[in-house]
């Protein structure tokens, strides 16, 4: 049996790959260069990336406990605690005992954290429509369906079944 894998074109004829002609290192390029522009964008606010997603995913799914915001965030339980405690601080969340079950704690946003989100809302939307500048809606809707196979080859389309990171808060 033969063990040989495939080779590319460019790998037939002894060359190495290029960086522009690597899909991975140019998907990497491009978000780290998106999630610049979103840091910049967020320090207006005094959030972190972390911080507005925790803020969000509380605004979106009221009663959220922390270890569903840490799948949702796709981050270690200890770094959305983080997040909740500074956001806690600067009273945008509000943790609380769960109903009927007094030890585990829910994730509620207050007045001023549900305003805050409609800023970053507003925020993103602005960065979506950069992108829709760039795009044609075609390609935005390829683009939106190829990131969705992405994520699902990755198996990082779930909330239950998150790739883990540690979050800066």
Known sequence: MNDVTPQSPTEANGELLTLEQSVGFRLSRVARARKRAWTEELEALALTPAQASA???VVE???????ALARTMGTDPMSAKRCVDELETRELLRSTAAPGDRRPRVLNATKSGRALAREIDR???LQEATLREVLSAHE???LLSVLERLEGHLEIHSPSN???EKSEC
């Open 55 to 57: 803020l969000r995913a």
């Open 61 to 67: 799914r009221p009663d959220l406990s922390l270890r």
């Open 123 to 125: 925020r993103v939307r």
């Open 140 to 142: 935005y809707e390829i």
């Open 162 to 164: 998150p790739v883990v």
